[in-house]
């Protein structure tokens, strides 16, 4: 089962909605799809409340320690997708969930300062060397120029290949996304030949090439070195080191206990 978890510090980044498009595009591509609400606010609750409960399940899980037993028993019960909708900001569940995730996607807004405030999710990120993903999302259709400026404050604090961790497409802002979450529907479902839900496909094609063969990983003590790591693909002897290694502790991750529990 892959497990694919939609988390930043700041709000408005578009996490549910994207949450929502994903897990109808995974399920549209014949895969068996769970989502996993830990946002109190109960945005994927809502909206499935208003599907009359068709599938994709929506699951509010807002005890940390539950998460992992969660992902066991869907894992077993022949789930294949498993998406986790979080809060923003840090807590004990948003922490859990990226611990026990396959690929962490970063939602942001083209500004420079929504990618300066996504530095708290990332420092959890590397702390569990965990793979991860910018999706710039709620993109203006004709803002070039803000799209270009995001891109840079992303490229210059990334010492390679800023495609590496750039999720594509851009999703851009249009009514589509609003509109299907008032319906109770993905975008897909709700304008099935329409620009959003093609940039919603191609992003799952996309998040789906790199939990499923292009998923990479880097060191935990390179990732401390850069605000903007990227992933890279690991020698056979790095594996092996990696999956050796004791999991970090709180001090290895620069995060104050009230603050990750």
């Known amino acids: 089962m892959y497990t694919i978890v939609l988390a930043t510090q700041k709000g408005g980044s ?5 949450a929502m498009g994903l897990a109808v595009a995974a399920q549209e591509a014949g895969h068996n799809v769970r989502v996993i609400e830990t946002d109190r606010q109960g945005t994927l609750s809502k909206w499935q409340a208003r599907r009359h409960q068709a599938e994709p399940i ?7 320690k ?45 500004s420079v300062a929504d990618i300066e405030a996504t530095a708290p999710t990332l420092s959890v990120v590397r702390a569990w060397r965990k793979a991860f ?47 299907a979450l008032a319906a109770g529907l993905g975008v897909n479902e709700f304008a099935p030949e329409g620009k959003c839900a093609q940039e919603i496909r191609s992003l799952w094609r996309w998040t789906l090439g790199k939990v499923a063969g292009d998923q990479v990983v880097q060191e935990a003590n390179e ?4 605000q903007f790591p990227i992933l890279l693909r690991p020698t056979v002897e790095e594996h092996e080191a990696t999956a050796a290694r004791a999991y970090p502790t709180w001090a290895d991750s620069n995060i104050t206990w009230d603050t990750g529990l």
């Open 14 to 18: 578009g996490k549910s909605t994207l």
């Open 58 to 64: 929506v699951e509010a899980v807002y005890d940390a």
């Open 66 to 110: 539950m998460i992992e037993q969660r992902l066991e028993a869907l894992a077993r019960g022949g789930v294949t997708v498993c998406i986790i909708d979080t809060a923003s900001g840090i807590n004990a569940a948003t922490t859990a969930a990226i611990r026990h995730c396959d690929l962490c996607l970063i939602p942001t807004r083209p």
């Open 133 to 179: 993903a910018f999706v710039l999302n709620q993109t203006p259709i004709r803002g070039g120029h803000r799209v270009s400026d995001a891109t840079t404050a992303l490229d210059n604090d990334a010492p390679r290949d800023i495609a590496e961790v750039l999720a594509q497409p851009f999703i851009m802002m249009r009514n589509d996304h609003q509109d």
């Open 223 to 226: 990732l401390m070195e850069v």
